[in-house]
């Protein structure tokens, strides 16, 4: 919101630089009639001027579509010479009688602009047949809306027809603009027309509007000439001809075409004064004080369109003073408009810091005899101030009930009024509360539920009434149940307890996805109520409070060979007894496990074609999530534990592509080699024997 103040404070100060001439004035006839149509003799015909403002300024720079609600016109003034032959009636009314026309945006939205001094500001001069008004804050890209009634005349005698054309002009500063042109015609269509043609001679500057649409009347017809054109820094020589005598204004329409022409010629260099503007004390952050520019004496000067009591970041605007001019009263609704003098003119603005008050009041029937005088002193703070709210008053046979607001909070840009209320003492009860889990467990997974019953006592001997419980855990709420009312996740109600009876009320608390946390839960009783003007015991503690954990641990195994290749069809099972008896689950991925707890796990179906690991393994998973297996590295990531498992081969027989069987035939050549040679000896042995015998 602050930039954007910026913004817009910028974009109203870049439109006062320049003179704003945007003036847009935009003239149709109403409907069912259209352009260069026929209309009745002796009718009512209205026709409507637009007056448009597009927030352009004499340097082409634009406004951007979020500062339309910001930027407004100067004075717009508007003439409209109503066509000779019709005959001015009054102006279009809006449905109250009082309003002009409607001030919308092109979306049809309302905003700002109005036609000065209302109804009573559109003015009608018989003289000149002109009709004029002034349009003032005009803001950028709404138009406002005035209607003319006109009466049509009976054709004159020898005059088969007459034609009606309506151009209307605008002026802001010095310099004008011309409308479109509306035409309608009585009479007769096969008439032979002439044409009223509008020149410029010379050096036409730039800005200056286009010239006069041209027109064709019968002879004989009475006709207007188009009003005289302005451009800043330029005399138009007027609209002059040879063609026709012209007098007041009008002239008789001949058998020839007619031509007017019109010059322009630069002033004479004018003395020009400077204008400046200055901030004399603190002002907002981001505001600057327009530029200085001058001015030819005699000129209008606007001032800058930051208007009394308008608000920035903050501050608030005083106004403008200066010695050296005298200036109008400055106008909270529209911009302040004087005439250059033969000076400099020194501006000097004035910014005041807006703060604003914090109040006490009492409210409700009962209140101490001396209440006023013991309410808090008002106090003024600053928007963005930390406000402490004040102590409790005191009172004897009296008991505050505290004040309805916030014990600390941030001043905003308002006043503020804190209300608080008495109770007559008579005496204190004191309930009892109490907290507890009910589907209790060592830890919970995401998304599981934990549920807690809260049991409030009344240890009066009376009703106790408009009891009220705060939930102060994040993530734990109030659920429906009996005999009592939950206002929101945090709010629960008790409308009333019986002497030395009991309510119990239901919370719940969603786990989350954190690796490990112990989250403490806790509610408060912070009201009650008693119809004997016996009140609550607000020195005693009314919260209770039970802790959980919120666990997210999961183990998961890769069963790997020898080679830290991975192996499929493992299974795994998870016990949390050292006997083996108590299960958790079966796999390769075990979730939901308990922090501080040792489990035990066991290989219990192998790999085909390998063996069972053989041991039960000691699986310690710590405070943190972190899992640790004597004997193995395990890595963990957000409660996360992964380790990797090997299993080896089962050997039935000796194993190819290894040393295989070559060792026991090895074995086996040799004994076969050794038995070959030990009978051989033995035979030889056997045989020498023998042949020493016989000799």
């Known amino acids: 919101m602050k930039d954007k103040k910026k913004l817009i404070i910028g974009l109203i100060v870049l439109a006062v630089v320049a003179v704003i001439i945007a003036i847009v004035a935009s003239l149709s006839f109403a409907a069912p009639l259209e352009n260069d149509v026929k209309v009745e003799e002796d009718s009512e015909l209205t026709y409507y001027i637009d007056v448009?403002?597009?927030?352009?300024?004499?340097?082409?720079?634009?406004?951007?579509?979020?500062?339309?609600?910001?930027?407004?016109?100067?004075?717009?003034?508007?003439?409209?010479?109503?066509?000779?032959?019709?005959?001015?009636?009054?102006?279009?009314?809006?449905?109250?009688?009082?309003?002009?026309g409607a001030v919308k945006r092109s979306d049809g939205t309302f905003c700002a602009g109005y036609v000065e001094d209302g109804m009573s500001g559109l003015q009608y001069n018989e003289v000149t047949r002109t009709v004029s008004f002034r349009v003032k804050n005009l803001q950028a890209g709404c138009k406002i809306t005035v209607g003319i009634i006109t009466q049509t005349p009976t054709l004159p005698t020898g005059i088969n027809r007459m034609d009606f054309?309506?151009?209307?002009?605008?002026?802001?500063?010095?310099?004008?603009?011309?409308?479109?042109?509306?035409?309608?015609?009585?009479?007769?269509?096969?008439?032979?027309?002439?044409?009223?043609?509008?020149?410029?001679e010379g050096d036409v500057p730039e800005g200056a509007p286009d010239v006069p649409l041209t027109t064709t009347y019968v002879a004989g017809s009475t006709v207007g000439v188009s009003q005289n054109v302005t451009v800043e820094g330029y005399d138009f020589s007027g609209w002059s001809t040879t063609d026709v005598s012209v007098s007041n204004g009008s002239f008789t329409m001949p058998s020839k075409n007619v031509t007017f022409v019109g010059s322009f010629t630069p002033k004479e260099s004018e003395e020009t004064y400077e204008v400046s503007y200055s901030i004399s004390g603190s002002m907002p952050d981001g505001y600057m004080p327009p530029r200085d520019k001058d001015y030819p004496v005699g000129s209008d000067v606007k001032l800058d369109s930051l208007k009394v009591g308008d608000v920035i970041n903050g501050y608030r605007f005083l106004g403008w003073a200066t010695n050296d001019v005298e200036l109008p009263a400055m106008s909270t609704d529209a911009s302040t408009i004087f005439t250059m003098p033969n000076n400099n003119v020194q501006l000097v603005g004035q910014f005041e810091r807006i703060s604003y008050k914090v109040t006490y009041q009492f409210q409700g029937s009962v209140v101490p005899p001396n209440a006023s005088s013991l309410l808090p002193a008002e106090q003024s703070y600053y928007p963005g101030n930390t406000v402490t709210t004040a102590a409790y008053p005191e009172a004897s046979g009296y008991r505050f009930l505290g004040w309805y607001y916030a014990d600390e909070f941030t001043m905003p840009e308002e006043d503020v009024v804190i209300y608080g209320e008495w109770m007559v003492e008579t005496g204190t009860f004191s309930p009892t509360i109490t907290k507890s889990i009910t589907n209790k467990q060592d830890s919970y997974s995401a998304g599981e539920i934990v549920t807690f019953d809260i049991t409030v006592t009344n240890t009066a001997d009376f009703v106790i009434t408009d009891v009220i419980l705060e939930e102060q855990t994040d993530g734990c709420k109030f659920v429906s149940g009996d005999s009592y009312t939950v206002r929101n996740d945090k709010y629960a109600s008790i409308a009333s307890i019986p002497a030395?009876?009991?309510?119990?009320?239901?919370?719940?608390?969603?786990?989350?996805?954190?690796?490990?946390?112990?989250?403490?839960?806790?509610?408060?009783?912070?009201?009650?109520?008693?119809?004997?003007?016996?009140?609550?015991?607000?020195?005693?503690?009314?919260?209770?409070?039970?802790d959980f954990v919120v666990a997210n641990i999961s183990l998961e195994i890769a069963k790997i060979n020898d080679d830290q290749d991975p192996l499929s069809n493992a299974e795994f099972t998870l016990y949390r007894n050292r006997e083996l008896t108590n299960v958790v689950s079966k796999g390769l991925s075990f979730n939901g496990l308990a922090p501080n707890t040792t489990y035990y796990l066991e290989e219990t179906k192998a790999p085909t074609g390998y063996q069972l690991l053989g041991q039960v393994l000691e699986i310690n998973v710590g405070s943190d999530g972190t899992i640790t297996i004597p004997g193995y590295d395990v890595s963990t990531q957000n409660g996360v534990n992964r380790v990797s498992i090997i299993n080896h081969e089962i050997n039935v027989l000796p194993n190819t592509g290894g040393s295989g069987i070559i060792p026991y035939i090895v074995v086996g050549l040799v004994l076969i080699i050794?038995?070959?040679?030990?009978?051989?000896?033995?035979?030889?042995?056997?045989?020498a024997r023998h042949e020493k015998s016989r000799k």
Do not use: W
């Open 674 to 687: 050794t038995g070959v040679v030990c009978s051989i000896f033995m035979i030889r042995k056997r045989g």
């Open 165 to 200: 054309y309506n151009t209307a002009y605008g002026r802001e500063g010095s310099t004008s603009i011309n409308s479109n042109t509306v035409h309608v015609f009585m009479g007769r269509d096969n008439v032979t027309p002439y044409q009223v043609v509008y020149q410029y």
């Open 500 to 546: 030395h009876g009991s309510v119990t009320v239901h919370a719940q608390y969603e786990a989350g996805d954190d690796a490990v946390k112990t989250i403490t839960n806790v509610v408060e009783l912070t009201g009650a109520l008693a119809s004997n003007n016996y009140s609550l015991d607000t020195s005693q503690d009314y919260t209770a409070e039970v």
């Open 52 to 100: 448009i403002y597009d927030g352009k300024d004499g340097e082409a720079t634009t406004s951007s579509d979020t500062a339309t609600a910001q930027v407004y016109s100067d004075y717009i003034y508007v003439e409209d010479k109503i066509p000779d032959g019709l005959t001015f009636k009054g102006f279009v009314q809006s449905d109250d009688g009082e309003t002009i």
